[in-house]
């Protein structure tokens, strides 16, 4: 017989056992993570060592503040979002006072209060019309137009405010205050964009939008409450509201005023682009935006800034040029330029090409700020003064870009405000 040879069993390999739980350590916290049966992940905190208050102030932070911050921000956020919960808290304070008005109004009027309905919804969407066509102008400058939008709620809650103290007008002002308050929602809401945009520093634009809106919800709820106080308190009569009113509108435009201060705004403007080539002229250094963010005119952005060149930007071709000669010298001076600039009584006129961009713009920039120097050290004038101008600005100008867009500028655009450009 011959014994048959039993074949041995190969022990079957377990699979690798999964930990029951671990335990992961960040600063004075620690949590025990661990895989239900399902395989989810479930955490909850061993021990935390923080002081309540330094507990309190991280959650706070994690629920209304960009996730890491403040690293994941620029400069001025933390001012700029201090006064946004200022101006959202008087805000709101104030829709209150103004609604209440309107309720006492429309009691002593109970048929205008019905046709206000309408009334309301239709002067606001024609609000919203007129302010729509000023986009280009919104992008150049949001943070006056942003200004302008809160004057012009209040001036819309104001007329509300007063509507006991005139009921036989008061469909004349509740439409005039939504037709400002129309005008104040466009404006506001076109120009959170390039406000956020200014903090945004790791592509968390998105985090820091949330998150604004997050304080502006939480502050509007308290406003809100204010209000109510006040309307049942100090405010109760038209007397108290009058005095109130202005002081709580005050706080709200003095409010949004140093929140548009804070924002490092990084995109090319008229009022910008002088400013960074007159603090070039003037110290050899270029500007960063959170440098001159305290340093723009937020009332008239459209001021002309001598040490710069006295530079009007975005003239129709035909108040450059007057006629067809200098247009033909103008176009040798600079040739394949995207600008063409000229001066005349002291200020320099510059035209832009339809597809110019903020390279250009600087560009452009430079040779007026340097033929503007050049006039006043007595070099003469006219065509030679330009020409030396330009040549100067060729050498200096690759070292300037590079140092304008490490300081963090946006050069691929310059927002003109429907600026009239031309193409030939």
């Not at 339809?354 to 003469?380: C, I, N, P, T």
Request: glycine share 8%; hydrophobic share 40%; proline share 5%.
């Amino acid at each position: 017989m011959f014994a048959t040879k039993s074949k041995l069993k190969e022990p079957t390999k377990e699979p690798p056992r999964r930990p029951d739980f671990w335990i992961e350590t960040c600063d004075s916290v620690s949590q025990i993570c661990r895989f239900d049966s399902n395989g989810r992940l479930s955490v909850t905190i061993a021990s935390d060592s923080r002081p309540i208050i330094q507990r309190v102030v991280e959650s706070f932070l994690n629920k209304f503040f960009p996730s890491g911050y403040p690293y994941s921000v620029n400069e001025g956020y933390l001012t700029y979002t201090q006064f946004r919960a200022l101006q959202h808290f008087s805000s709101a304070a104030l829709f209150v006072l103004s609604t209440q008005s309107l309720l006492f109004a429309a009691g002593l009027r109970p048929t205008p209060a019905q046709e206000t309905a309408i009334l309301k919804d239709g002067m606001q969407h024609a609000g919203k019309l007129i302010c729509s066509n000023m986009g280009a102008r919104m992008d150049s400058e949001p943070k006056s137009w942003r200004i302008l939008a809160d004057v012009l709620y209040d001036l819309g809650t104001g007329l509300e405010v007063v509507s006991p103290l005139c009921p036989h007008l008061f469909l004349e002002t509740a439409g005039l205050g939504n037709f400002a308050k129309g005008m104040a929602v466009v404006a506001a809401r076109a120009t959170r964009l390039p406000i956020y945009s200014s903090f945004a520093k790791e592509g968390n634009l998105s985090d820091l939008f949330a998150k604004g809106e997050a304080i502006s919800t939480l502050f509007n709820v308290l406003g809100i409450g204010a209000g109510i106080q006040l309307s049942s308190t100090v405010c109760s009569s038209i007397q108290g509201k009058l005095i109130a009113a202005p002081l709580l509108s005050a706080i709200h435009i003095y409010s949004v005023a140093e929140e548009m201060r804070a924002a490092p705004v990084n995109t090319l403007n008229p009022q910008r682009t002088a400013m960074i080539v007159a603090n070039f002229l003037k110290s050899g250094k270029i500007s960063s935006p959170a440098d001159l963010r305290y340093q723009e005119n937020l009332i008239n952005p459209g001021r002309v800034i001598e040490e710069a060149g006295n530079v009007k930007v975005g003239q129709p071709l035909k108040k450059v040029v007057k006629n067809l000669s200098t247009l033909k010298e103008l176009r040798d001076i600079f040739p394949s330029e995207k600008f063409l600039i000229n001066r005349q009584d002291k200020l320099t006129y510059m035209s832009l090409e339809q597809s110019a961009s903020g390279e250009d713009a600087l560009r452009g920039w430079l040779v007026a700020a340097f033929a503007d120097a050049m006039e006043k050290s007595g070099h003469g004038s006219g065509s030679p003064v330009l020409y030396a101008a330009y040549e100067k600005m060729e050498s200096v100008f690759p070292t300037f870009l590079s140092e304008v867009k490490m300081r963090g500028w946006h050069t691929d655009q310059f927002l003109d405000g429907n600026g009239k450009r031309y193409a030939f």
